[in-house]
């Protein structure tokens, strides 16, 4: 899978998703099991990752339940939080081949930051968590990080790296992810659900993360191909 390293003018872009991509969780379960809310909020995670509510509203609603959860609760979901497969190896590929790697999560930045480090990611953007006291207050702060701000961020992260958009590679799993993967030069459903699937350029069914770089890789060589 590995391949030689290619000049400045190959370089791409790799934007991920977070949970259920880049890890194996969705955090939000993870702290809804501090707050005695995990089938509630996993019932409504569903729906939205299917498209069949808005993700704003259905973000505000799981996270009101975890209103009184203790911050410290947060390094236990840190901890727990399971890399899927081969996703080390993605981010460590992507590196050699000299590509910026960044996350985009409708999750939580206090979370991400922690998963993004060991791996030497240093952009990403995911929702915040409002406390108070010590405890969460069951309310975000600051803009949602929905589906269209996953392709906002997509498009700050390439022009911040000039890297062109067609040089960009988009990788998630949930209908929150559509508008990067359309934007993206490679856009890539990775273990998703039907409605990603059928919409996204690309597929991977998993459960190796690592296997889209023998998509971006595919699409390199036919383009190759036609010079």
């Given at each position: ?9 190959a ?17 939000i ?23 069949e509510l808005d ?29 899927t497969p081969?996703a ?13 790697v ?6 939580f ?43 906002v ?8 790296e ?7 590679v ?7 992810d ?10 890539i ?8 699937v ?7 069914p ?19 191909a036609?010079l």
């Amino acid at each position: 899978m590995s391949a030689p390293v290619p000049g400045p003018a190959a370089r791409r872009l790799l934007v991920m998703d977070v949970d259920s991509t880049l890890i194996q969780d969705e955090v939000i379960e993870l702290i809804a099991e501090h707050a005695g809310t995990r089938a509630e909020v996993a019932a409504v995670t569903e729906r939205a990752m299917r498209g069949e509510l808005d993700f704003a509203g259905s973000l505000r609603e799981r996270v009101a339940t975890l209103a009184g959860v203790p911050v410290s609760a947060l390094d236990d979901v840190r901890a727990r939080a399971r890399y899927t497969p081969g996703a080390r190896e993605l981010v460590a590929e992507a590196h050699r081949r000299g590509w910026v790697v960044a996350l985009v999560s409708g999750g939580f930045a206090e979370v991400v930051a922690g998963l993004a480090a060991p791996l030497g990611i240093t952009r990403f953007r995911a929702n915040r968590l409002e406390v108070a006291d010590g405890v969460l207050t069951g309310r975000t702060t600051g803009p949602v990080v929905d589906r269209a701000a996953k392709e906002v961020a997509l498009r700050e992260f390439a022009a911040a790296e000039q890297v062109p958009l067609e040089r960009t590679v988009a990788v998630g799993d949930g209908a929150n992810d559509l508008d990067m993967i359309g934007a993206a030069g490679v856009g890539i459903a990775f273990a998703a659900k039907p409605l990603v699937v059928a919409r996204a350029p690309y597929s991977v069914p998993g459960p190796r993360l690592d296997a889209v770089l023998d998509v971006v890789d595919r699409v390199d060589r036919a383009a190759r191909a036609l010079l």
